[in-house]
């Protein structure tokens, strides 16, 4: 099938890209995937890669469990014991933001568990899912909950807008972010978390580094190439936390790539060693966590 090829850099329209390495799509379809790099903002991307109508099919797999329920193995039990922990975290952060609470919009909301807990703590809450057994699910949650931005009122403004390994994911980043910025107040916060392609776990893992994800991760960030995204916008990035479970869990993911022969164990606490040394080495290699949080203000 055809795929689309950029002939512009998609985040700052440049026209100088060079080749940069090449990546399997490990989790779903196992065909390979070439990531460029912009000459002028430095942003790798992937390139090409399939369009809106094709990207579909690159999700559909019992393993891609970010959408759905089940637990049916170890990873899926603690990945369902971590959420409920960053969950907690992630709310305690927008309660931070905004003591008086307010309108929040979280893109892609998946099942709702986050909204759930924000609308548990008095915010008034709504979701953007393209899923539709997702959004189906925050919908029984009784949030409200659409299919993409284009349905909410340009004139209906949040005070938090929240994209959790989302951005990545997302096909036009310039007109999105543009429209993320307009449905905010005035003193309105972008939160955006994505991950980092200058972690020790992506130096460790090169190829076989799970976050690459391709091709379902369009843009492979880092602080400079979110600063610009944020420049491009007319915002400015207040505040960067780190992720520090996430280099755990793609860790453990990474060495699954790395080594399919092995059994899971061996996976796991391979796993958990580089996932401890990662946060570890960020802490002395300025932040470079394996999945970094941004808070965005509007300039
Ligand atoms: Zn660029």
Redesign the pocket.
Known sequence: MSKERLTK?P??K?GLFLNHKEIKDHAISKENFLLCQ?R??K?IFTNPRPGLEEIGKYYESKDYISHQNKSNNLTNFLYKIVRKITIKSKVKLINRINPSKGKLLDIGCGTGYFLKEAMRQQWKVTGIEPNPIAREITHQKKIKVFESLEEIKKDKKFDIITLFHVLEHIHDLRKTGKSLAKQLKKYGTLIIAVPNVKSFDSHYYDTNWAAYDVPRHLYHFDIDSMERFATEIDMKIVEIKPMRFDSFYVSLLSEKYKNPGENSIKHFISGFKKGYLSNKWAKNNENNYSSLLFVLKKK
């Open positions: 850099c985040l700052c440049s912009c002028t903002c942003l």
